[in-house]
C-alpha cells in the first residue's frame, strides 16, 4: 500500500491526512503506514485512536534508512534499534515514541489483528516532535 509522505517543515503538532488520516478503515491483517520527514528532530511521537473495533490494533514505528526518500516506494527500514511496539485495545488513546537518530524519514503503521472484527476506523494519529 503507498503512503503518503509528509515532508518539513511542520507545524508542531499535525495530524496526519495521507494514508492514515481520521476516518481511514484499516482491514484485518493489513499494514498501512505513512511516512513522516523527520530531519533535525530529537524525538517523534505518534498518538492515536481507533474506533469501532474489539481486535487488537498494533502500532509500530520504523526508522528509514538513507536510500529513503520523498518518494514512498523507496527505502529501507532500519531492524535495529525500533521502538517497541504497542498493542492494546483500539478505543483507548495510545502513543508510541522513537529517540531519532539522525534518520530523515520514519514510518508509522498500525495494524489490526486478534479479533473478531474485520475493520477498525482510526479517529486520528496525530504527530508530535522535539527539535534538536
Same mark, same amino acid.
Request: net charge negative; proline share 7%; glycine share 8%.
Given at each position: ?12 503538532p499535525?495530524?496526519?491526512?495521507? @494514508? ?26 505518534f ?11 498494533? @502500532? ?7 536510500d529513503a526518500? @520523498? %518518494? ?7 531492524v535495529?534499534?525500533?521502538p ?12 508510541i515514541?522513537?529517540?531519532l537518530k ?15 472484527? %474485520? ?6 494519529? %496525530? ?6
Amino acid at each position: 500500500m503507498a503512503t503518503a509522505v509528509n515532508q518539513g517543515p511542520q507545524p508542531v503538532p499535525f495530524r496526519l491526512k495521507g @494514508a492514515l488520516a481520521a476516518g481511514t478503515v484499516i482491514a484485518k491483517n493489513t499494514h498501512p503506514q505513512e511516512r513522516v520527514y523527520t530531519l533535525g528532530m530529537a524525538s517523534v511521537t505518534f498518538r492515536y485512536k481507533a474506533a469501532s473495533i474489539t481486535g487488537t490494533l498494533t @502500532a509500530n514505528i520504523h526508522p528509514m534508512l538513507a536510500d529513503a526518500g @520523498a %518518494d514512498d516506494t523507496v527505502g529501507t527500514r532500519a531492524v535495529t534499534g525500533l521502538p517497541t511496539a504497542v498493542t492494546d485495545a483500539p478505543t483507548t488513546e495510545r502513543s508510541i515514541t522513537y529517540t531519532l537518530k539522525g534518520e530523515q524519514y520514519v514510518e508509522f503503521e498500525p495494524s489490526l489483528t486478534n479479533g473478531g472484527s %474485520d475493520t477498525c476506523t482510526l479517529s486520528y494519529v %496525530d504527530v508530535f516532535w522535539l527539535p534538536l
